[in-house]
């Protein structure tokens, strides 16, 4: 019997990096990315609709700090895994 995959948003304005994160992912199997989003607030909107049970966050996003972000997304959905992502410079990926 297989296991229900994580459910997955990125947060990342980069679009090469969230292409990467998605084939990442996609490659392991035991994930599922259900949402992305490319600033805070559009992740904000998209937690409204969508409750995955980890995120993939950006430290440096065009209108929100991923740090301040990560605060407001523990005071309304503390079940959330949250991996934070610092300098996503992976232009290569095997």
């Known amino acids: 019997m297989s296991k229900k995959p994580i459910t997955?948003?990125?947060?990342?304005?980069?679009e090469v990096a969230v292409k990467i994160y998605e084939q990442f992912t996609r490659k392991l199997d035991h994930?599922?990315?259900?949402?992305?989003?490319?600033?805070?607030?559009?992740?904000?909107?998209?937690?409204q609709i969508f409750t995955p049970e980890l995120i993939l966050l950006d430290v440096f996003l065009p209108d929100i700090n991923g740090v301040?972000?990560?605060r407001e997304?523990?005071?309304?959905?503390?079940?959330?895994?949250?991996?934070?992502?610092?300098g996503a410079e992976l232009l290569q990926w095997p």
């Open 31 to 47: 994930f599922s990315v259900i949402a992305t989003a490319s600033s805070g607030e559009q992740a904000l909107e998209l937690l």
């Open 8 to 14: 997955v948003m990125i947060v990342e304005d980069d």
């Open 68 to 70: 301040e972000l990560l």
């Open 73 to 86: 997304i523990r005071k309304k959905y503390r079940g959330i895994d949250v991996i934070l992502i610092h």
